[in-house]
C-alpha cells in the first residue's frame, strides 16, 4: 500500500470521492515498509526530508511541531506513511491522508476514497 506515496510529490492536485477539488500535497512521508514488529517504528524518510535537514529524528518530529496530532494517530501514520494536505478554502484545516483512502494517482492528481470531512485533521 506505501507503494502508491512513491508516485505522489509536493504540489499535486487532491480530489475526494466525489471528485471535489480540496487542495493540494504539501507533504509526502514514506512509512515503514517491513513486516517490522508492531512494538517498531522504522521509517523511510522521503528524499524532500532528506535534503532539508541531515537528523532523521529532527526531519521526522518536524513534520507533527505546529500540529496537535494524538500519538496513537501519529504513530499509525509515521508507521503507514501519510500525505499532508494543505486543505483549500477560508478557514480550512491542514489534513493528513493515509496510502488506505487514497483510490488512485491519475494524470498528476491523487484521487481519493473518502471525503475531506473523513481525513485526520490538523489542529
Do not use: C, W
Amino acid at each position: 500500500m506505501t507503494n502508491i506515496l512513491q508516485s505522489i510529490h509536493k504540489g499535486m492536485t487532491v480530489f475526494d470521492l466525489e471528485r471535489n477539488e480540496i487542495g493540494t500535497v504539501e507533504y509526502v512521508q514514506f512509512g515503514d515498509e517491513t513486516d517490522a514488529d508492531p512494538g517498531t517504528e522504522s521509517t523511510t524518510v522521503s528524499p524532500a526530508l532528506k535534503q532539508r535537514d541531515n537528523s532523521l529524528v529532527g526531519d521526522l518530529m518536524s513534520v507533527f511541531v505546529t500540529d496537535k496530532v494524538p500519538e496513537a494517530l501519529r504513530s499509525r501514520l509515521m508507521l503507514s506513511g501519510f500525505v499532508r494536505l494543505e486543505s483549500s478554502g477560508l478557514f480550512s484545516s491542514d489534513r493528513y491522508i493515509s496510502p488506505d483512502q487514497i483510490r488512485s494517482v491519475e494524470a498528476g492528481h491523487v484521487i481519493l476514497n473518502v471525503y475531506k470531512k473523513d481525513l485526520i485533521k490538523q489542529i
